[in-house]
């Protein structure tokens, strides 16, 4: 599941719903960053979504329905390197796109992870593994959810989140340019879900480097770290 959402406005807002089932996960924070974390069978701990203390934030959804084109192959780059990469700080976001548009980009077998990716002025990245890459440049707001920007509503499934897309869009689309944190939040709580439960709720102002975050839709229990 998922959704990510970013807003270019008086401030550069970045907002992210993790919605998992079955998974371990926990939330690290330091001085380079908040990261969340997923615990990996054969890897351990891998940083796989959050914000880093140089204004890039990390957001993965998974794609519905899948794509044969997304599982591996052995001439092209790994969507979750990738975004660990930009995460930890080994690459920047251009350095991604180069890659994403120069080369194949694949996922793991059978599971189509999709990229929602930023840096400080706002730009964004989306990767659909199989599919391709699309850059824009300081969007005014954007969203992404679990389907493919490529096919939108050209193929449908359950777990595909359009109407949260829709929710998200319009609410977006109706506020004002003060759009802040708390703005960001009432949007992740209106496309919070329960079968496939939100964990984590996180926004990131870029503009004034904290990020902000909740688990379990407990909303009045909001944490935050400066960089």
């Not at 974390?37 to 990390?58: C, H, Q, S, T, Y």
């Not at 899948?66 to 995460?87: A, C, K, Q, Y």
């Amino acid at each position: 599941m998922c959704t990510s959402i970013i807003s270019n406005r008086k401030k550069t807002i970045v907002g992210w719903n993790l919605d998992i089932l079955g998974m371990d996960y926990r939330i690290t924070e330091g001085d380079a960053g908040v990261f969340i974390e997923i615990n990996d069978e054969k890897e351990g701990w891998l940083p796989l979504f959050g914000a880093n203390n140089r204004g890039d934030f990390v957001g993965m959804p998974t794609c519905w329905p899948f794509d044969e084109r997304s599982n591996p192959n052995e001439n092209g780059n790994n969507v979750i390197i990738l975004d660990v990469d930009l995460l930890m700080q080994n690459k920047t976001l251009h350095e991604i796109r180069e890659i994403a548009d120069k080369g194949f980009v694949f996922s793991i077998p059978g599971v189509t992870f999709m990229s929602s990716l930023s840096d400080k002025e706002g730009n964004v990245l989306q990767i659909v593994p199989g599919q391709g890459s699309r850059y824009l440049k300081k969007p005014k707001y954007q969203v992404m959810t679990n389907f493919s920007p490529f096919k939108m509503d050209a193929e449908y499934h359950p777990w595909m989140g359009l109407d949260r897309y829709e929710t998200a869009m319009s609410m977006l689309g109706d506020t004002k340019d003060d759009f802040d944190v708390e703005d960001c939040f009432k949007i992740l709580k209106a496309v919070s879900q329960q079968v496939c439960p939100t964990v984590v709720s996180m926004v990131f102002d870029v503009t004034d480097m904290i990020v902000y975050w909740c688990e379990n839709c407990q909303w009045d229990k909001i944490q935050k770290r400066y960089f």
